[in-house]
């Protein structure tokens, strides 16, 4: 009498090879995966950088803060427009334009709240790496600059890609090594008439 053999379920080396394919797609795959996902953080910061620019904006359309800008820095023959860090124009209380702009950009209720203010407000692992912080660049002629500025100076890039959002601006003709304000001292005005 033969004996019958089960042919049900699936052998060892079966199992292995399964195994295996499937580790070799996850080595495959998992660096595009990590990428994707570093990159869809740089657009979320892109993003929360576009609403800081967009509310800055909406407050410049202001009479009273039209006039309002960052001032200039000279370097050789380049003239650049300076920055000023968010969380400086928020603290900062001494002039009355930056107080009106700092109620209204960031008073109860405000799509701008005090997350954009701390230092750890960037999701992307190279802003976060870099110590980036938001900088306010505003020229004289309207234009408005957001960006990610590097704890040593520079602006924050992700695969050649600078995290920086502006309107009317060059982000070449911005300089990029913001100062911290310190003492509650309000930036450059320019002289009024």
């Not at 080595?27 to 993003?47: F, H, M, Q, R, T």
């Not at 003239?79 to 002039?95: E, M, R, S």
């Not at 203010?117 to 938001?134: G, H, P, Q, Y």
């Not at 020229?139 to 992700?158: L, P, Q």
């Amino acid at each position: 009498m033969a004996k019958k053999v089960n042919k049900k379920g699936f052998t060892l080396i079966e199992l292995i090879i399964v195994v295996a394919i499937m580790a070799v797609l996850v080595a495959l795959l998992a660096p595009n995966v990590l990428k994707y996902l570093e990159k869809s953080k740089v657009g979320k910061d892109i993003n929360s950088l576009d609403s800081v620019r967009l509310a800055i904006e909406a407050e410049l359309a202001d009479e009273e803060l039209s006039s309002l800008t960052t001032g200039k820095s000279v370097s050789g023959d380049t003239t650049k427009v300076k920055g000023i860090y968010l969380k400086d124009i928020a603290a900062n209380l001494a002039d009355d334009n930056f107080d009106k702009l700092a109620q209204r950009l960031f008073g109860e209720g405000d799509a701008l709240s005090t997350t954009f203010l701390a230092d750890d407000v960037f999701s992307s692992k190279v802003a976060r790496e870099t110590r980036s912080r938001i900088a306010v660049f505003i020229d004289e002629n309207g234009g408005v600059a957001v960006a990610a500025i590097k704890a040593e100076g520079g602006i924050a890039s992700f695969n050649g890609s600078l995290i920086a959002v502006g309107t009317k601006i060059d982000f070449s003709s911005l300089d990029t090594s913001v100062q911290a304000l310190g003492g509650g001292q309000p930036p450059q005005q320019p002289p009024t008439n």
